[in-house]
């Protein structure tokens, strides 16, 4: 059984008198620990999908399985948990609160679970140094280089220790012509999701 299953999935707006169709009949299947890249032109539907996905939409017509659930048929309560717990994104922004320093961003998902999680912050220090952030911990986001603060969302994923492997885009490059970092190393008995709010970038830095 796919972890992910999409099945003639659609997303059409009206604008006016006209339709968009974002999305108009994608059916695919995802595997369990299989990496999967969705690639189009700008305006394509990538995000859309991506939006579909982490069941922050609703399709306008079509199935999303994840683990055999038809997510169709949850509350908004349910999509709600299942997002917390199963899934979760990698934004191309930083998305991280300036008011947190490092490691209390990459525990922020742990906060939306429900019970406690006592190795929630021995987890979180294990994943900033697996991505080379362990002399950064205390950092907030205006204390972190552009690449740093980059390196900060590559952990926040295994956080919740969840099970499918999520809809993520990759991030972008700290600046022109330079490759973004490696996402963080995952134990394959954990792949990554969690639940992130969508919330702007930080403002920008000043130049030094």
Known sequence: MAAIELTDLAKHYKQGK???KA???VTLSIQSGEFVAIVGRSGSGKTTLLDLLG???RPTSGRILVDG?????LRDGDRATMRGERIGFIF???NLLPTLNAVENVMLPLRYRRGKDPDGKARALRLLEEVDLADRVEHRPSELSGGQAHRVPNALPPTNNPAPPP???PPRPARRGTP???LAPIPPETPPVRTHLRLPPPPPRPPP
Do not use: K, R, S, Y
Not at 69 to 73: A, I, M, R, S
């Open 18 to 20: 006209n339709i968009v």
């Open 55 to 57: 069941l922050l939409l």
């Open 180 to 182: 973004p970092p490696p």
């Open 23 to 25: 999305l108009d009949g």
């Open 92 to 94: 191309q922004e930083f």
């Open 167 to 169: 809809p993520h885009a």
């Open 69 to 73: 659930v038809d997510t169709g048929t």
